[in-house]
């Protein structure tokens, strides 16, 4: 059984900064990626950014230039650092993390329960 524990979610100002932080647990062998999604009311989970574990990152263009993910130094640990919030940024927030059990096994993803950031004067 594989945990993925988000945390850093809230409420913020526009123009201000929130940190997101992801750790798995449990049952794993490795992570090949991980990173964040994001989901608003009505519409589809859309993707924020991903992290491999080679270093290389990817970011949806609207978040490009103001949120950056990073490994940090806890095993298995990302962080999404979010500054210069906008109102169409405010969602359920999920760390993602492509995981297998063994070597040579299949990958299977995972996600978190999603944490919500809210962005409001």
């Known amino acids: 059984q594989v945990h993925l524990v988000e945390s850093g979610g809230g409420l913020v100002q526009p123009g201000g900064s929130l940190r997101l932080s992801c750790a798995a647990s449990g049952s794993l062998f490795s992570i090949n990626a991980m990173g964040w999604y994001r989901q608003t009311p009505g519409k589809q989970r859309e993707l924020v950014a991903t992290?491999?574990?080679?270093?290389?990152?990817h970011y949806a263009d609207s978040v490009k230039g103001r949120f950056t993910l990073s490994r940090d130094g806890a095993p298995n640990t990302v962080s999404l650092q979010m500054n210069s919030l906008k109102p169409e940024d405010p969602a359920v927030y999920y760390c993602?993390?492509?995981?297998?059990?063994?070597?040579?096994?299949?990958?299977?993803?995972?996600w978190g329960q999603g944490t919500q950031v809210t962005v409001s004067s």
């Open positions: 992290v491999a574990s080679g270093g290389g990152t």
């Open positions: 993602i993390a492509n995981i297998r059990h063994r070597s040579g096994g299949d990958w299977y993803a995972y």
